[in-house]
């Protein structure tokens, strides 16, 4: 059968590939100093033609009957496969994946020409260069990820391409003419700093409304940027523009730059529509020069799709590079401050902010290690263990409840604080607790594509014969974890700014924590999370199916089947999975399916830290075909008794609790409010989690070809890659 097999694949390089028998001399100094030449043949390996070429191996042609999925081998020979060559897997009709190894470091000119009908292909890390023609006429090749070791991009290089979008790493300093020329569905595309030059056609025929020109950028060569453009913001003022660079009608083309410019000079000159750029944040929505009501109206009207923002960076006072709620709410506070800068003295029953008398300083952080990971991780099972159940769908966020308690746990002492730094911290003392958890906060991402924010806050009772929280206590709240300082009588208008906060910092997606504040509350300790992340290949229209989905108690019910094709498998001696990767690549979805003969809660019970870890750290490169059910729940628990139960009972016993770091009164912890919610559909994820702390002062009640289809009950992680410990964990046990 193998014989068979090699012989068909010969028959058809011999008919495709002119090179097959190709001798390629390849020259060596001997010992003598002279020159030697040893010849190269191609030879044939499944359905690649390849060279030898002594330490390596170069992929050279495919077979014309390569069809699908088409996997490139690591080590040919006993040696590694480290470049396509020119023209490598060209003309194939018929290939829609093509998976590269890790170990390729080169990709030859028009590698994956004319192949029609290729959708995904991965680019390894090891690539510095996309060559000339590398894609040209991929006319399905929707979406790609480049690596960020990625240093050019070649002429042509993307031409034809059915690319929607395309995020060019920071790492890339050219981008040569053509390039992204005719790619008709390219919506957002990113130009790095470093770049200083926009070739010829570099994005003619695209269908950009608008683009942003790095400070970088020296000159605009011609037919540079689609003639459907409609903004085009320049940020160097000495930017050269050649003429016809931005093709179509000037009146209806809008440049925004730098006031008295030359960019300016150049706008006017060609008949464009000239906007002066304003300073980043300054709240001129308009475009009148002045910040005013008039302004906030204008981003009000915006948010809700009427109108349009001259300059949207002048109003992204959150520098995320999105417009949103978050930059209404900082502008009209700033124009209240702007209208009257001496506001009057807030009475006694005002809630008072002091964040601002309370100055950050500066701290040392502490990169994740084995001991961190491993106490994070047995806390973040235990909590799922503890939560999970048969007949809900459960979700926990490890991270927010260990951020909300950290900051409690800096006022414990004597056995309670022992008992925190076993729970939550894997035994590591509060000293270096503080600074693993300052690292690992800080070093999230934070971007349109994909971020993780974190907001802290303390909310202390405005009675100081009840709680006096020490300087100290707090101090270390705010250097550690940014956490606001809040003064406030714990009444209804506490409660409405509590919610209000917390509302704010989960996105809208968890619109509130307390209905009311029970009278022997005096403090607040809260953490709120917000996962907000696109995955890195979306799903589609035609990719979503109805499908059946078999619920926790047998019923069915019909799903929106999401179907992709993944290549990071997931397994482990009682269930299968995958992960699908969010952009950038720092977090991803890991799906973890139980064999049928095990319930998901019987599954979750079996784990250990060190077999979660395992699982969740050694993903292995396999082709699979994946589908992942949208869904959407909210979740809440309280978790004092099972906190308690985990090893730290101490904290909730009013009687036993040693808070006397965190005040002058003895207190303990009377709730602890966990709250979360997710979102899964076809362009991301986004996900919410809040946990509150509240202290009291008395005693109150304590409260084969792979395949992975999850049609039903099964276990998921969103993971941070770095460190394989997951930020949120669930179970989704039926869909609501």
Avoid at 43 to 48: P, Q, R, T, V
Wanted: glycine share 6%; proline share 5%.
């Amino acid at each position: 059968m193998k014989a068979k097999k090699i012989l068909t694949a010969v028959t058809c390089l011999c008919m495709t590939a002119q090179m097959f028998g190709y001798i390629q001399p390849v020259f060596n100094a001997s010992a003598n100093g002279t020159v030697v030449e040893q010849p190269v043949k191609t030879e044939i390996y499944d359905i690649f033609q390849y060279k030898n070429l002594g330490n390596y191996i170069e992929i050279v042609a495919t077979s014309s009957t390569a069809k699908g999925v088409v996997v490139v081998p690591s080590e040919i020979d006993g040696l590694p496969v480290k470049s396509a060559g020119d023209n490598a897997f060209a003309g194939n009709q018929d290939i829609t994946s093509i998976k590269l190894p890790d170990t390729l470091t080169s990709i030859g000119k028009g590698a994956f020409w004319g192949d029609t009908a290729l959708t995904s292909v991965n680019i390894p890390e090891g690539v510095t260069q996309i060559k000339d023609e590398t894609f040209l006429n991929c006319m399905s090749l929707m979406r790609i990820s480049l690596p960020e070791t990625l240093k050019s991009i070649g002429v042509r290089a993307f031409y034809n391409c059915a690319l929607g979008e395309i995020d060019i790493p920071d790492s890339v300093k050219q981008i040569s003419s053509q390039a992204f020329d005719s790619c008709r569905n390219l919506l957002s595309v990113n130009i790095p700093d470093g770049v200083t030059v926009l070739e010829e056609g570099v994005f003619s025929n695209c269908i950009l409304d608008e683009i942003d020109i790095p400070k970088s950028v020296e000159k605009i060569c011609q037919s540079a940027l689609p003639n459907g453009i409609k903004k085009v913001y320049i940020y160097n003022p000495d930017c050269e523009i050649e003429v016809f660079a931005i093709l179509g009608d000037p009146s209806n083309i809008t440049i925004i730059a730098p006031k008295n410019s030359k960019v300016q000079e150049q706008a006017e000159t060609y008949g464009f529509v000239f906007h002066p750029m304003q300073t980043i944040c300054s709240g001129d929505a308009n475009g009148d020069g002045e910040f005013g009501i008039a302004d906030v109206v204008t981003l009000q009207n915006w948010l809700i799709g009427n109108g349009e923002l001259i300059d949207w960076k002048a109003v992204d006072y959150t520098d995320d590079g999105v417009i949103d709620v978050f930059d209404l709410c900082i502008m009209k506070k700033c124009l209240v401050y702007y209208l009257n800068p001496n506001p009057p003295v807030e009475s006694p029953n005002d809630i008072i902010n002091l964040t601002a008398d309370i100055k950050s300083a500066e701290v040392e952080g502490k990169d994740a290690d084995e001991t961190f990971v491993n106490g994070q991780t047995n806390f973040a099972l235990e909590l799922l263990k503890n939560t999970v159940s048969e007949n809900e769908n459960v979700l926990v966020s490890p991270y927010s409840v260990v951020q909300a308690l950290a900051m409690t746990g800096n006022g414990a002492d004597g056995i309670t604080k022992e008992e925190f730094e076993n729970v939550i911290g894997g035994g590591i003392d509060f000293d270096e607790l503080n600074k693993y958890l300052y690292t690992q906060r800080t070093g999230q991402p934070n971007d349109e594509k994909c971020k993780l924010l974190t907001a802290n806050s303390v909310w202390t009772r405005d009675n100081e014969a009840r709680i006096s929280p020490y300087p100290e206590f707090l101090q270390k709240v705010v250097d550690y974890y940014s956490a606001e300082i809040f003064k406030a009588p714990f009444d209804a208008e506490t409660v409405k700014e509590v919610n209000n906060w917390v509302d704010t910092n989960t996105d809208h997606m968890i619109p509130k924590i307390v209905d009311e504040i029970d009278s022997e509350t005096v403090m607040m300790l809260i953490n709120a999370v917000t996962f907000d992340a696109k995955w890195r290949s979306p799903y589609y229209e035609e990719d979503v199916w109805k499908y059946d989905f078999t619920n926790y108690n047998g019923t069915v019910q019909q799903a929106e089947m999401m179907f992709s094709d993944e290549y990071s498998y997931l397994e482990d001696e009682n269930a299968t999975g995958f992960y699908k990767y969010y952009q950038g690549g720092r977090y991803a979805f890991a799906a973890l399916l139980p064999n049928e003969d095990i319930s998901v809660t019987d599954y979750v019970n079996s784990l250990t830290p060190e077999s979660l870890h395992n699982v969740l750290s050694n993903p292995q490169e396999d082709y699979i075909r994946t589908g992942l059910p949208k869904f959407s729940y909210d979740y809440g628990k309280e978790l004092s008794e099972i906190l308690a139960d985990m090893g730290m009972p101490s904290a909730f016993d009013y009687a036993d609790a040693d808070f006397s770091k965190l005040a002058l009164q003895s207190t303990f912890i009377s709730q602890v409010i966990h709250k979360t919610h997710i979102d899964v559909f076809e362009e991301g994820t986004r996900a919410a989690a809040v946990t509150g702390a509240m202290m009291s002062a008395t005693c109150v009640p304590v409260l084969p070809e792979k395949e992975i289809i999850l049609d039903r009950p099964f276990v998921y992680c969103i993971v941070d890659t770095e460190t394989y410990l997951p930020v949120f964990m669930g179970t989704l046990m039926n869909l609501e």
